[in-house]
């Protein structure tokens, strides 16, 4: 996602089981604040975030000097 897509989803709302993709960024980078509510994986530039239990979760993506938040509800 680019830095003016990342401005534009605040929020989102997804099923448990869902997975939010993120390409180009590097290892470590993407954040959560309940990492107990998710799966997290890095591979060649590739973050997955699987949600695998219901409750509200930050994600934090870093681009530039700028930290986007995204709350995800996992229903």
């Known amino acids: 996602m680019a830095a003016d897509e990342l401005a534009l989803v605040?929020?989102?709302c997804l099923a448990a089981g869902a997975v939010l993709r993120i390409e180009n960024i590097?290892?470590?980078?993407v954040t959560t604040d309940?990492?107990?509510l998710v799966a997290q994986h890095y591979e060649a530039g590739v973050v997955?975030?699987?949600?695998v239990r219901k409750g509200t979760v930050v994600v934090t993506i870093p681009?530039?000097?700028r930290a986007y938040d995204i709350t995800?509800?996992?229903?």
């Not at 995800?72 to 229903?75: A, E, G, L, N």
């Open 10 to 12: 605040p929020a989102m």
């Open 26 to 29: 590097g290892p470590g980078e």
């Open 34 to 36: 309940s990492p107990e």
């Open 48 to 51: 997955e975030v699987r949600f």
């Open 63 to 65: 681009q530039g000097d």
């Open 72 to 75: 995800v509800v996992i229903r």
